[in-house]
């Protein structure tokens, strides 16, 4: 299991994002899928977390959404959160903010979410600014 902690660097580079949440008095983990959902594992990973009673966000590819729309309504039937991850999984740093924006833009027709998470946790500042209006980003 890979467990992300960008550093405390990177985090200060977009403090417009979400990177952690305060502590309640109870001890709380978050449990985040991406880039779904797709046939294979999707159900699977819904089945488990039923069994368990855990909710979960996905932060789904757009692409995935219009090839599989059942699959987004399932989680959303099953109570689970969700977010939009780019319409084809960009990473924002190779992309120019125009076409970067266009992409999770189109991913919205799809996913009717304001949360956000670029994939791989890369972006350019400009892009955040210009998500920000939209979306709260959720990183690692």
Known sequence: MLIERPPLFYRMLFPEAIW?????????VYLTFDDGPIPEVTPWV???LDRYNIKATFFMVGDNVRRHPE???EVRRRGHSFGNHTMHHLQGFKETTLRYMRDITEA??????????PP???IRWSQAKAIKTRYNIVMY
């Open 20 to 28: 952690r949440i305060k502590r309640k008095k109870q001890r709380v």
């Open 46 to 48: 819904l089945d488990t």
């Open 71 to 73: 699959l987004l309504e």
């Open 108 to 117: 919205g027709e799809y996913i009717d979410s304001t949360l956000f998470r």
């Open 120 to 122: 791989h946790g890369l």
